[in-house]
């Protein structure tokens, strides 16, 4: 515990002193976002603020974790991570394709699989029992890692909404992975809280109003890193390992699906961008910047509580708090048009339940 506790504050007092250099490092590379249709922003702001957070989070994980971290592992997921950053910092400076950032995000998921051995091997499932998941093993933990990496991206619309996402969602997984997931090895939670702290010190520099972006950079470093964890507890899969991450990461799961369902249903390419994110409809409907965030927030706060309650739930109990948690979900997400102000199954049928219901009293 007191690792964590001088790994958090380390990594968080580097990223703070950090910030203001990379600030001034991605005006002079020409990495910022200009105004335009689609941003909220209103002036030219400095982007690639996630490289202090990748600089901080390694400077404190190589200095603590040398004597406890696998060897080949450090240093080959350092070297997926390099591969993530550079990926991030050629796309906020020269903006790249859809399927280039795909590429950029697919070798760095090839070079954790292969040489850091991190990966989902079996599945154990309720009343089918394990599966070996043999070669399947290998486009399972792809589609994971780049499922998480791109959801996380796809939040990163409002200043601090992707930084203070990930900071709940990174302080979840540290208790349960700790605590009931038995996830290999402390110093994966030590990596975590790291990480945690790398946040927190960039935060105050990315809250409304922001004085520096995320950018790709440091949005697929964040969204890369939680699917890393979140493969710890899920070598040897079940049920509970596997709803617990997705119930953690609610928000950007969320967004990204209902955006994937809103482009299909709309006969649009998926990877064609659109200003219909959660965060979008939130300010339709009269949220300010700052409210938007800390709704969401909240929601996210939510998923938090409700994952710490499977470790408490035996199956039955598992199964319907993942039906109540949907429903409640598809409620929220019609309530606010998150596909289309007319795509209201659940509600039109709930609708139709009580008229029904009324008519028959009558």
């Known amino acids: 515990m007191s690792i964590i506790i001088a790994s958090l504050l380390a990594a968080g007092v580097l990223a703070f002193i950090l910030t203001p250099l990379v600030r001034s490092l991605a005006f002079k590379l020409g990495a910022v976002d200009k ?47 390099l591969t993530i950053i550079a990926t991030g910092i050629i796309d906020d400076i020269y903006e790249l394709t859809p399927k280039q950032k795909l590429f950029g995000i697919t070798v760095a998921a090839l070079i954790v699989y292969f040489f850091s051995g991190i990966r989902m091997t079996t599945l154990t499932l309720p009343f089918l029992g394990t599966i070996d998941l043999g070669w399947f093993s290998l486009p399972v933990t ?34 349960t992975g700790y605590l009931f997931l038995n996830v290999t090895g402390t110093y994966v939670s030590i990596m975590m809280f790291t990480l945690v702290g ?75 961008a659109d200003k219909h994110h959660l965060h979008h409809r939130l300010m339709e409907i009269g949220l300010s910047h700052t409210q938007t965030v800390l709704v969401i927030y909240g929601i996210a706060l939510i998923f938090s509580c409700i994952a710490l309650l499977y470790p408490f739930s035996n199956l039955l109990g598992s199964i319907l708090l993942t039906i109540a948690t949907l429903f409640g979900l598809e409620l929220f997400v019609e309530s606010i048009g998150l596909v289309g102000s007319q795509r209201r199954p659940l509600i039109n049928w709930i609708g139709r339940l009580f008229k029904t219901k009324n008519k028959k009293n009558k």
């Open 35 to 81: 105004p335009n249709a689609r941003r909220v922003n209103k002036v030219t702001m400095p982007t690639m603020g996630g490289l202090a957070i990748f600089i901080a989070f390694n400077l404190v994980n190589f200095f603590i974790l040398r004597q406890q971290y696998p060897p080949q592992q450090l240093w080959t997921l350092f070297a997926a991570e």
């Open 142 to 175: 792809l589609i994971w890692i780049l499922a998480i990496t791109n959801a996380v991206n796809l939040i990163d619309g409002l200043d601090g909404l992707a930084v203070g996402v990930a900071i709940i969602a990174l302080i979840t997984s540290g208790i």
């Open 198 to 272: 790398s946040l927190v010190g960039f935060l105050p520099y990315n809250f409304h109003p922001a004085k520096i972006y995320l950018g790709d950079t440091g949005a697929l470093f964040i969204g890369f890193m939680i699917s890393i964890f979140s493969l710890y507890g899920l070598k040897n899969a079940t049920f509970i390992t596997i709803v617990i991450p997705v119930i953690i990461l609610g928000v950007p799961i969320t967004d990204t699906v209902y955006a994937i369902l809103r482009r299909v249903l709309n006969k649009k390419p998926i990877s064609q």
